[in-house]
């Protein structure tokens, strides 16, 4: 490969979504002149939310598409130059670090920034997918305000699940949880608070047969007893899905450090992953909060980290040049 065919840029982030923007404000304010490749979901996952009522600076809400498009302007504006395109693969053993975009592109960068996010697991049936963001939702916490007072169900038996089921135990009349076996995998202590939950009916051995509804919105649910096949309707107007996140770190494995979950690690109160020069932030190190104002913190906090590291980097080069 020629070097015509090779881009050399200072700082590039990888994904888009609150964190990366967030990152790429934060780095073109600082002159670190950042390339930002969207990836196959520019936005992130508040591209498929409907209604953000909990991120700062939106008194009266704010669609999630319209929010990242807000986002997208800002980091444009300040300099940042998104593309559209998908990073296929990564070297980063040596320095410059090279990146691979839609199998032919290589980008060499002196930092690089990851916020290629995470997906939310779904069931995989039709009914979900098309009532996505009309009553059926991967997070309590971002929709569950809009249930208040409703009758909901939530699949899933981990303590994410229990967790939402209890977060929305405070918002909604009646909270249906669906659990597939006869046990969860919760903690014990979840278990117990979930348990003792008055307005939680829990329903064990019991599979998602079809969830019911239109374009206006969810009315119930249609759910299969595992041991003896009879089926049930429950009538909601909220389907929650908490059967966990999948990290979209496939790409990075063998380059950085990662837990078992795919999660990439980074040094406590930091965004540096256990590859100097590299920096993750947002969904893509979080498993815990997973929240857009959180993304946007630590995009805020990698941008920051990437330009230290690239200010020293200078500064050893002027030293070792003197």
Not at 169 to 188: G, I, Y
């Given at each position: 490969?020629?070097?015509?065919?090779?881009?050399?840029?200072?700082?590039?982030?990888?994904?888009?979504?609150?964190?990366?923007?967030?990152?790429?404000?934060?780095?073109?304010?600082?002159?670190?002149?950042?390339?930002?490749?969207?990836?196959?979901?520019?936005?992130?996952?508040?591209?498929?939310?409907?209604?953000?009522?909990?991120?700062?600076?939106?008194?009266?809400?704010?669609?999630?598409?319209?929010?990242?498009?807000?986002?997208?302007?800002?980091?444009?504006?300040?300099?940042?130059?998104?593309?559209?395109?998908?990073?296929?693969?990564?070297?980063?053993?040596?320095?410059?670090?090279?990146?691979?975009?839609?199998?032919?592109?290589?980008?060499?960068?002196?930092?690089?920034?990851?916020?290629?996010?995470?997906?939310?697991?779904?069931?995989?049936?039709?009914?979900?997918?098309?009532?996505?963001?009309?009553?059926?939702?991967?997070?309590?916490?971002?929709?569950?305000?809009?249930?208040?007072?409703?009758?909901?169900?939530?699949?899933?038996?981990?303590?994410?699940?229990?967790?939402?089921?209890?977060?929305l135990s405070?918002?909604?009349?009646?909270?249906?949880?669906?659990?597939?076996?006869?046990?969860?995998?919760?903690?014990?202590?979840?278990?117990?608070?979930?348990?003792?939950?008055?307005?939680?009916?829990?329903?064990?051995?019991?599979?998602?047969?079809?969830?019911?509804?239109?374009?206006?919105?969810?009315?119930?649910?249609?759910?299969?007893?595992?041991?003896?096949?009879?089926?049930?309707?429950?009538?909601?107007?909220?389907?929650?899905v908490a059967?966990?996140?999948?990290?979209?770190?496939?790409?990075?494995?063998?380059?950085?450090?990662?837990?078992?979950?795919?999660?990439?690690?980074?040094?406590?109160?930091?965004?540096?992953?256990?590859?100097?020069?590299?920096?993750?932030?947002?969904?893509?190190?979080?498993?815990?909060y997973r929240?857009?104002?959180?993304?946007?913190?630590?995009?805020?906090?990698?941008?920051?980290?990437?330009?230290?590291?690239?200010?020293?980097?200078?500064?050893?080069?002027?030293?070792?040049?003197?």
């Amino acid at each position: 490969m020629s070097d015509a065919s090779i881009e050399k840029v200072k700082c590039l982030i990888i994904g888009s979504g609150p964190a990366g923007y967030t990152a790429a404000i934060y780095a073109a304010r600082a002159n670190l002149n950042p390339v930002m490749y969207q990836g196959l979901q520019p936005g992130g996952q508040l591209m498929i939310t409907t209604e953000v009522e909990n991120f700062p600076g939106y008194p009266k809400g704010v669609e999630g598409p319209t929010m990242m498009a807000d986002l997208e302007a800002q980091a444009t504006r300040m300099g940042t130059d998104v593309r559209f395109g998908l990073v296929t693969a990564v070297d980063f053993s040596s320095e410059p670090k090279k990146v691979t975009v839609d199998g032919k592109k290589v980008i060499e960068a002196d930092a690089v920034i990851l916020s290629t996010g995470a997906s939310a697991k779904w069931l995989g049936i039709e009914s979900e997918q098309r009532l996505n963001g009309h009553g059926v939702s991967a997070c309590a916490v971002c929709d569950g305000f809009f249930y208040r007072g409703q009758d909901v169900a939530i699949v899933g038996a981990g303590d994410t699940a229990c967790e939402e089921a209890l977060y929305l135990s405070k918002l909604c009349r009646t909270v249906q949880m669906l659990v597939r076996r006869d046990e969860m995998r919760a903690s014990k202590i979840m278990q117990e608070r979930v348990l003792k939950t008055k307005n939680i009916t829990i329903h064990w051995n019991t599979e998602t047969d079809e969830i019911l509804g239109d374009t206006n919105g969810v009315t119930g649910v249609r759910i299969r007893h595992r041991e003896t096949g009879v089926t049930q309707e429950l009538p909601i107007t909220g389907f929650f899905v908490a059967i966990g996140h999948t990290p979209n770190s496939d790409i990075f494995k063998g380059q950085i450090d990662m837990d078992d979950q795919g999660y990439v690690l980074v040094e406590t109160g930091s965004t540096r992953t256990n590859v100097e020069g590299v920096f993750a932030c947002g969904d893509l190190m979080d498993k815990i909060y997973r929240q857009a104002v959180t993304a946007a913190g630590t995009g805020c906090m990698a941008a920051l980290d990437a330009e230290r590291y690239l200010a020293d980097k200078e500064l050893e080069l002027e030293s070792h040049a003197n």
